[in-house]
């Protein structure tokens, strides 16, 4: 079945909530793994409205972006953790989310802007973007592979964020998961996911650890 590995792999990676000694994400991966999340929300803002709408609603409740907070999204936690977030062009961005508005030509500039501040530059994520960001507008098979792709992205970077599982659901339930595909992410995904992975969920959630992160390259 579609996307059945990320359903399993992301129990197996639950194991690993609390570690005892971890080390925290890069700037450039913290990046990578915020604009995954944007992406991810971009394609429940159509496949999934009432959830896209939620958790971006749940991620703009706090004042602003300043400070990791434990009642907070993963989303929010992320937004408070990278350096050089484009806060205006986010919000904003959000903001269509919250009030229902779909205009791929907005969402197209939106993610533009916010990747180049973010400053991630993957070919891959290049690719994810053009299809997402015009997401009416793309043959379903091109959904799929900009899917499937996206949800191996959050699987090796993020399977202990909220917005991972709700993800997941979205694009099984749309049958957008590519039967049988592999990641190239990583010849053995569980070894990121269920270490490092568990450093990042720890890392943004803890306010702690901020000012740790950044210290490892990718």
């Keep these: 079945m579609a996307f059945e ?5 992301l129990g197996e990676a639950r194991m690993f909530k609390d570690p005892k000694r971890i080390n925290v994400s890069s700037q450039a991966r913290l990046g990578d793994t915020l604009y995954s999340h944007l992406l991810g929300l971009q394609v429940m803002k159509y496949e999934n409205p ?10 703009m409740r706090f004042a602003g972006f ?9 989303l929010h936690n992320l937004l408070a953790s990278v350096d050089k977030v484009p806060q205006a062009q986010v919000k904003r961005y959000l903001m269509d989310i ?4 779909k205009d791929t030509q907005a969402d197209r500039r939106a ?3 916010i990747q180049r501040g973010l400053g991630v530059r993957s070919g891959t994520t290049n690719q994810m ?3 997402i960001a015009d997401w009416p507008r793309m043959l379903p098979n091109e959904r799929k592979v900009a899917a499937t792709r996206l949800g191996f992205a959050l699987n090796h970077n993020a399977r202990g964020s909220d917005l991972t599982p709700m993800y997941v659901k979205t694009v099984k339930k749309g049958g957008l998961g590519m039967d049988q595909a592999k990641s190239p992410l990583s010849k053995n995904p569980l070894v990121w996911g269920a270490v490092a992975g568990a450093a990042l969920y720890k ?4 306010p702690r650890l901020k000012d740790r992160i950044g210290g490892i390259k990718n």
């Design 5 to 9: 590995f990320i359903k399993e792999e």
């Design 50 to 59: 009432a959830q896209a709408k939620a958790y971006a609603r749940s991620t």
């Design 66 to 74: 300043d400070g990791v907070r434990a009642g907070a999204t993963d």
């Design 98 to 101: 919250v009030n229902g508005r």
């Design 111 to 113: 993610l533009i802007m």
């Design 129 to 131: 973007r053009r299809i």
């Design 203 to 206: 890392a943004i959630r803890d």
